[in-house]
């Protein structure tokens, strides 16, 4: 599994996507900006407890998606504090470049819109409707 986090890290850095999942000799990639990769993933009904992760940016929003599929490794650039209270509290290993108080919506306006739907959230499928919600609102689903 330590080779997966590196491989996952190695896709990251390379560039050319947003987020590298990694078991074996499988690699799952999306260059989509967001949760939208992972919430496919997960409602793919796929088992992905085996893999390890490497992200650009993990919004508490993603943590609670990397929770609900299973991930026990990730690697990520950028962390905001609920995020690395979500994953710590599920017990999953997180390696990250920087420690942030939230993540900044793409147009640095103001927050993440998903972030601010699971603020003071604690339970993953709360979390997941909320998202959802969130994501019809925003038109992404």
């Given amino acids: 599994m330590a080779d997966d986090l590196a491989r996952a890290r190695e896709l990251l850095a390379a560039g050319g996507c947003t987020c590298a999942l990694v078991c074996g000799g499988k690699e799952i990639t999306s260059a989509v900006r967001g949760v939208k990769p992972l919430l496919e993933l997960y409602e793919s ?64 306006t103001g927050f993440c819109p998903v972030e601010t739907a699971v603020k003071g959230v604690t339970e993953p499928q709360t979390a997941l409707n909320a998202i959802k919600k969130q994501l019809r609102k925003m038109g992404v689903i």
């Fill in 45 to 108: 009904g796929k088992d992905y407890s085996a893999y390890s992760a490497a992200d650009k940016v993990i919004g508490n929003g993603a943590a609670f998606l990397y929770v609900l599929l299973g991930i026990k490794k990730i690697y990520c650039g950028v962390i905001s504090t609920d995020a690395k209270t979500t994953l710590d509290a599920n017990g999953i290993g997180i390696i990250y470049g920087e420690l942030v108080p939230a993540i900044i919506n793409h147009d640095k």
